[in-house]
């Protein structure tokens, strides 16, 4: 299986009152309302122009700060097919893989990978493609990659119920 989209990239330490500002947390509550303000306080830019399937590409300690969900929601929920950073806060890598968001550390590619470029995640060899060139990262366990391609983890459970 492969991933390919176009990255948006940034910096280190992005917390998650940046991904998703916490002035909303109890106050917007919808999928559509909850997407509107993905990133809106770090790049104006994001949600007028995200398409389904791109990849954010982030430096070291990504979605530190609280432990906020809609962080890592309204990237889903804005079609963002994975996140790629050289290193994620706990709490947000528990919480993308929750919703169902690849999330990969590679550190090399982050280096590498420039904004705006394709790239490919090829899931099977466990490489991310660039056009400088291809970058080993850690193998994800069957259990993380079934919490993913299911959608998420409530998803997952209940695939697993519903089989055993």
Not at 52 to 60: K, L, M, P, Q, Y
Not at 61 to 76: I, K, P
């Amino acid at each position: 299986m492969q991933l390919q989209g176009r990255v948006w990239k940034y910096g280190d330490n992005i917390n998650t009152d940046v991904i998703f500002p916490g002035k909303y947390t109890y106050t917007v509550t919808g999928r559509d309302e909850i997407a509107r303000h993905a990133l809106e306080d770090l790049d104006a830019t994001f949600v007028k122009n995200v398409r389904a399937g791109d990849i954010i590409v982030a430096g070291r300690n990504w979605g530190c700060g609280s432990s906020r969900e809609q962080a890592a929601s309204c990237l889903v929920y804005n079609g963002v097919g994975a996140v790629i950073a050289e290193s994620f806060s706990r709490i947000f890598y528990r919480n993308a893989l929750n919703n169902g968001l690849l999330a990969i550390t590679c550190p090399s590619a982050v280096q590498a990978i420039e904004p705006g470029e394709i790239i490919t995640i090829d899931l099977a060899r466990n490489v991310v493609q660039c056009a400088a060139g291809e970058f080993a990262y850690p193998p994800l366990s069957p259990s993380v990659m079934g919490i993913v391609q299911a959608g998420g983890l409530v998803a997952y459970v209940k695939h697993k119920l519903a089989v055993a």
